[in-house]
């Protein structure tokens, strides 16, 4: 194991947008580190996060990347040149799945951010 300090540094928390990108770079191997932020101190808000991401959400990665689908894509197209979990660029199999990204992102995303454990203290101020 390489003492090298990974690249990619994750700023998030467990909530479904959250955990997406975290999801992304264990299936893809990526060595990374990452910080908890709690959205329930609005942590997010706070002027260090928001010069990682000025949109003052979570998740966002050093690369200074923000919004889940952004990350997940920019990780595949990184990362994934085996294709594990995506699809050769150009492909009908490759639209589909940027066509599911953007719906999960912007429909059903939003739906479920209120569906986290009732033991997660969550505000609409993410």
């Known amino acids: 194991m390489s003492s090298e300090k990974p690249d990619i540094h994750l700023y998030t928390t467990q909530t479904p947008n959250g955990i997406k990108i975290s999801i992304t770079l264990e299936e893809l191997g990526v060595p990374y580190d990452w910080t908890k932020i709690d959205i329930s101190k609005n942590t997010q808000k706070e002027q260090w996060f928001l010069d990682i991401n000025p949109n003052g959400r979570i998740p966002a990665l050093t690369d200074k990347l923000f919004e889940s689908g952004a990350?997940?894509?920019?990780?595949?197209?990184?990362?994934?040149?085996?294709?594990?979990?995506?699809?050769?660029?150009?492909?009908?199999?490759?639209?589909?799945?940027?066509?599911?990204?953007?719906f999960m992102n912007a429909g059903v995303g939003k739906s479920t951010a209120k569906s986290a454990s009732p033991h997660h203290k969550q505000g609409w101020n993410r």
């Open 71 to 102: 990350i997940m894509q920019y990780l595949v197209e990184r990362y994934d040149s085996e294709h594990k979990i995506s699809f050769a660029k150009g492909s009908r199999e490759h639209i589909e799945m940027t066509n599911w990204l953007f």
